[in-house]
């Protein structure tokens, strides 16, 4: 339904879907796809709440996104650093995997940098 662009159908199927067992891989494949499909119809609150279960699974993206919600939509630099700097914590971990932490690390500290200088220009 999605790639069919019968959005509503699809988040139907997400949600029942969801609702039941499903292995953790298509789990997470299935809240990722939600959210962004959300995030693309603009139902951005349904986004966040999709995005706050997913980084409850430690789900980088999920990070990632609520740090630019809460950067670019309602400018809350705090919360965008919060949010940042979690998904940091979790690319360091150990058990993370490395090839993964090469792509994520950079560019979460180039985010994380850009943050705090945000913060400390309208401080100033």
């Not at 400018?75 to 949010?83: D, L, P, R, S």
């Not at 560019?107 to 705090?116: I, M, N, T």
């Amino acid at each position: 339904f999605e790639d069919l662009g019968e959005f509503n159908a699809a988040a139907v199927c997400f949600e029942r879907g969801l609702n039941n067992e499903l292995p953790e891989k298509v789990r997470k494949q299935a809240f990722y796809r939600w959210s962004i499909m959300e995030k693309r119809r603009e139902n951005i609150e349904t986004s966040i709440e999709l995005w706050h279960v997913a980084a409850d699974l430690n789900e980088i993206y999920a990070h990632e996104e609520l740090a630019k919600v809460f950067e670019h939509r309602t400018k809350e630099y705090t919360e965008a650093i919060h949010w940042t700097e979690l998904a940091l914590e979790i690319v360091s971990s150990p058990e993370f995997p490395v090839w993964d932490r090469e792509i994520w690390k950079p560019k979460l500290e180039h985010r994380l940098k850009r943050l705090q200088r945000k913060i400390s220009s309208s401080k100033s």
